[in-house]
T-cell receptor
Framework: GNSVTQMEGPVTLSEEAFLTINCTYT??????LFWYVQYPGEGLQLLLK?????DKGSNKGFEATYRKETTSFHLEKGSVQVSDSAVYFC??????????FGKGITLSVRP | GAGVSQSPSNKVTEKGKDVELRCDPI?????LYWYRQSLGQGLEFLIY????????KSGLPSDRFSAERTGGSVSTLTIQRTQQEDSAVYLC?????????????FGPGTRLTVL
């Protein structure tokens, strides 16, 4: 079945630093891949997604590229802001196969 | 429009008591999911409803957990004889279509504390 592995956290960065959060997947076939974000006191919400190899999802300055050769969907942002402090979850799902979330990683951005 | 709502937002109960958690999905969404979010454990899939089909209960951790969805809309997650290890945030999500690849919209969660 599908599985998703995220890098361990938490991560603390200074404002304007470069961010990379790693996510790799194991799946039969090519799942759709998602990043969800949970801001403090709020519910999870979709940040970006990619449904096939080489697709790039982007939103709010974040990007992630679906790379089948490395089975990865790493989340990147060139210059983080304090308002990006949140918990980030990577998710993978096939059309008819069970979805799976990574364990989540807490990002704290210092002014 | 209205998003996914859950009630109560917080529930404190004593070990051994039963609890019911409610989820109102987005109108028109056919799929509904329940998850459990424990500290350091990420999101654990519990159960999935799609339309009028039999639910996928494969993620329920024990037979103390059950869920139903009435009229293809509102869902209730019931935990019987609660244990301290049931303490967690219970999240509900809905999606427009039947496929796991459809974007999920999450509710704010119910924080359950079992004393």
């Amino acid at each position: 079945g599908n599985s998703v592995t995220q890098m361990e956290g938490p991560v603390t960065l200074s404002e304007e630093a470069f961010l990379t959060i790693n996510c790799t997947y194991t799946a039969t076939g090519y799942p759709s891949l998602f990043w969800y974000v949970q801001y403090p006191g709020e519910g999870l919400q979709l940040l970006l997604k990619a449904t096939k190899a080489d697709d790039k999802g982007s939103n709010k300055g974040f990007e992630a590229t679906y790379r089948k050769e490395t089975t990865s969907f790493h989340l990147e942002k060139g210059s983080v802001q304090v308002s990006d402090s949140a918990v980030y979850f990577c998710e993978g799902a096939g059309a008819n196969s069970k979805l799976t979330f990574g364990k989540g990683i807490t990002l704290s951005v210092r002014p | 429009g209205a998003g996914v709502s859950q009630s109560p937002s917080n529930k404190v109960t004593e070990k051994g008591k039963d609890v019911e958690l409610r989820c109102d999905p987005i109108s028109g969404h056919t799929a509904l999911y329940w998850y459990r979010q424990s500290l350091g454990q990420g999101l654990e899939f519990l159960i999935y409803f799609q339309g009028n089909s039999a639910p996928d209960k494969s993620g329920l951790p024990s037979d103390r957990f059950s869920a139903e969805r009435t009229g293809g809309s509102v869902s209730t997650l019931t935990i019987q004889r609660t244990q301290q290890e049931d303490s967690a945030v219970y999240l509900c999500a809905s999606s427009l279509g039947p496929q796991f690849t459809d974007t999920q919209y999450f509710g704010p969660g119910t924080r359950l504390t079992v004393l």
